[in-house]
């Protein structure tokens, strides 16, 4: 049997609607992008929200945005993609790292206060897996010692932890919409908020500093537009979109499917004896990836791709990759519980595309291998 490790869930209705914008006039950042920077804010429940072309972009904005820059230092997870760390760096500031939980995976709120300084200006959690960190213990370190707080979410749109959703208690949340995502335009992101003036900074910052953007320039009475600031070249297209209209109004019911895979494995593995990462009580996780934590992982992995198995490592350890390495001088020990995971995480499939019995033929063959 051959089991992709993911399959989106782009249904004709999309591609129809992608096909409208192709006959449109504008094809880039306008209506349909406003529309959908609508139904993401509403379903999150936030003020504002600004599409951008990845999670990597909205992370560098806000942290622009906030005015974080050369020389300050921003509190983060090294047990994440690479994205979060480099984007910091991106911003001209500094990554500060925090192991993790070893239930979860989330940055230890409890060890945070220990790394800030006197140029400590931020904290930014990830979600990882889609399982929130706690982010109301989280707002009141960064109350207490004035701190910003930006969410990496790339993981966790259809999140909830103590009835709290992404983006709810920071400065920003910044969200992925790259191909493996649960809701995916091929490459993409936004960024939501809730303080207007953030957000009128973060319009501007994603394209060039301009004040005013390319389709209501176009498509409108014409008024000349000011360069207000030096910005970037992180619009998304309106193509991009229109995949995501779609894929938002099921946002729910393609979760409930992930929720019942997932909870299906979590079963199975339990009567196994493999370990796999909790879901905490109270908490609604958006069950964007399930891994399993493994010894020989490496072998495991192989054995599982020889059966037809798409699989992945998520992650290997941030500071133990060269750049970081070679930059920082971080060597193995320094964050040991982020190392024992990323030594042993192992990412089955999962997806609303995921057949039962594509699902039974993971756990049988994981069987066979610990049996």
């Given at each position: 049997?051959?089991i992709?490790?993911f399959?989106?869930?782009i249904?004709e209705?999309?591609?129809?609607?992608v096909n409208d914008?192709?006959h449109?006039i504008?094809?880039?950042n306008a209506?349909v992008?406003r529309?959908?920077?609508s139904k993401?804010?509403?379903?999150?429940?936030?003020?504002?929200c600004?599409?951008?072309?990845?999670c990597?972009a909205a992370l560098h904005?806000s942290l622009l945005?906030?005015?974080?820059?050369?020389?300050d230092e921003?509190?983060?997870?090294?047990f994440s993609?690479?994205?979060?760390?480099?984007?910091?760096?991106?911003?001209?500031a500094?990554?500060?790292f925090?192991?993790?939980?070893l239930?979860?995976?989330?940055i230890?709120i409890s060890?945070?206060?220990?790394?800030?300084t006197?140029?400590t200006?931020?904290?930014?959690?990830?979600h990882?897996y889609?399982?929130?960190?706690?982010?109301e213990g989280?707002k009141?370190?960064?109350d207490?010692h004035k701190?910003?707080l930006?969410?990496?979410g790339?993981?966790c749109i259809?999140?909830?932890r103590?009835?709290?959703?992404p983006?709810?208690?920071s400065?920003?949340?910044?969200?992925?919409f790259?191909?493996?995502?649960n809701?995916?335009?091929?490459?993409?992101?936004a960024?939501?908020c809730?303080d207007n003036g953030i957000?009128?900074?973060?319009?501007?910052l994603?394209?060039?500093?301009?004040n005013?953007d390319?389709?209501s320039?176009?498509?409108?009475?014409?008024?000349?537009?000011d360069?207000?600031c030096?910005?970037?070249?992180?619009n998304?297209t309106?193509i991009?979109?229109a995949?995501l209209?779609g894929?938002l109004?099921?946002i729910?019911?393609?979760?409930?499917k992930?929720?019942?895979l997932a909870?299906?494995?979590?079963?199975?593995?339990d009567?196994?004896g493999?370990?796999h990462?909790k879901?905490l009580?109270n908490n609604?996780s958006a069950?964007?990836?399930?891994?399993i934590?493994?010894e020989?992982?490496?072998e495991?992995?192989?054995?599982?791709?020889?059966k037809?198995?798409?699989v992945?490592?998520n992650y290997?350890p941030i500071?133990?990759?060269s750049f970081?390495k070679n930059?920082?001088?971080?060597?193995?020990?320094?964050?040991p519980n982020s190392?024992?995971?990323?030594e042993?995480t192992?990412?089955?499939p999962l997806?609303?595309?995921?057949?039962e019995?594509?699902?039974?033929?993971?756990?049988e063959t994981?069987g066979?291998m610990?049996w």
């Amino acid at each position: 049997m051959k089991i992709e490790f993911f399959k989106h869930n782009i249904s004709e209705n999309d591609i129809n609607r992608v096909n409208d914008v192709l006959h449109s006039i504008f094809l880039t950042n306008a209506n349909v992008t406003r529309e959908f920077e609508s139904k993401l804010s509403e379903y999150l429940g936030v003020k504002h929200c600004i599409a951008v072309n990845s999670c990597t972009a909205a992370l560098h904005l806000s942290l622009l945005a906030l005015d974080i820059g050369l020389g300050d230092e921003v509190i983060t997870t090294p047990f994440s993609f690479v994205a979060t760390a480099n984007s910091i760096l991106h911003a001209g500031a500094i990554p500060v790292f925090v192991d993790v939980e070893l239930e979860t995976g989330n940055i230890d709120i409890s060890k945070i206060e220990e790394k800030i300084t006197p140029k400590t200006k931020a904290i930014m959690p990830v979600h990882l897996y889609g399982h929130m960190v706690d982010m109301e213990g989280l707002k009141k370190i960064a109350d207490t010692h004035k701190l910003q707080l930006i969410e990496d979410g790339a993981h966790c749109i259809e999140g909830l932890r103590d009835g709290i959703k992404p983006g709810n208690l920071s400065d920003t949340a910044c969200f992925s919409f790259y191909a493996t995502k649960n809701i995916t335009s091929g490459e993409g992101g936004a960024i939501v908020c809730n303080d207007n003036g953030i957000a009128e900074k973060l319009y501007r910052l994603r394209s060039h500093g301009i004040n005013r953007d390319a389709g209501s320039r176009y498509t409108t009475t014409y008024k000349h537009y000011d360069m207000e600031c030096l910005g970037w070249k992180y619009n998304p297209t309106d193509i991009q979109s229109a995949l995501l209209l779609g894929q938002l109004e099921h946002i729910e019911a393609l979760l409930l499917k992930r929720e019942q895979l997932a909870k299906y494995y979590e079963s199975e593995l339990d009567k196994l004896g493999i370990k796999h990462h909790k879901v905490l009580p109270n908490n609604k996780s958006a069950r964007h990836l399930f891994t399993i934590l493994v010894e020989n992982r490496d072998e495991i992995l192989w054995q599982l791709q020889e059966k037809g198995i798409g699989v992945a490592v998520n992650y290997r350890p941030i500071h133990l990759h060269s750049f970081y390495k070679n930059t920082f001088g971080y060597k193995a020990g320094d964050f040991p519980n982020s190392e024992y995971l990323g030594e042993r995480t192992l990412s089955l499939p999962l997806y609303p595309l995921l057949r039962e019995e594509e699902a039974e033929y993971v756990i049988e063959t994981l069987g066979k291998m610990f049996w």
